[in-house]
Nanobody, 119 residues
Framework: QVQLVESGGGLVQSGGSLRLSCAAS????????MSWYRQAPGKKRELVAT????????NYEDSVKGRFTISRDNGKNTVYLQMNSLKPEDTAVYYC????????????WGQGTQVTVSS
């Protein structure tokens, strides 16, 4: 069955770094665009970053541009989010999301990983 398993979350001080990983299984990873979303308490889930199936195109939410980098390894069926210069407002549950590029019909979510940035 389809699985997206996030890891790498934790507690970090402001200005620190974390790298999130999302290991995928149960589908053809390379034909899915992968994204990271986040949801802070009391707020809507928001898109953080997206990478195309082949990895050639990326997009970022404005507040993370220049600080976060999304990447993928199709040989390992894994997508990453490198987060640098973390701020308290980055505190949220971070979710991995997969969407098939061909028709956007098939969509999958991971269970989320908590990132907490202390001031």
């Amino acid at each position: 069955q389809v699985q997206l398993v996030e890891s790498g979350g934790g507690l970090v001080q402001s200005g620190g770094s974390l790298r999130l990983s999302c290991a995928a299984s149960g589908f053809t990873f390379s034909i899915y665009a992968m994204s990271w979303y986040r949801q802070a308490p009391g707020k809507k889930r928001e898109l953080v970053a997206t990478i195309s199936g082949a990895g050639g195109r990326t997009n970022y939410e404005d507040s993370v541009k220049g600080r976060f980098t999304i990447s993928r390894d199709n040989g390992k069926n894994t997508v990453y989010l490198q987060m640098n210069s973390l701020k308290p407002e980055d505190t949220a549950v971070y979710y991995c999301y997969a969407e098939r590029e061909l028709d956007y019909v098939f969509k999958y979510w991971g269970q989320g990983t908590q990132v907490t940035v202390s001031s």
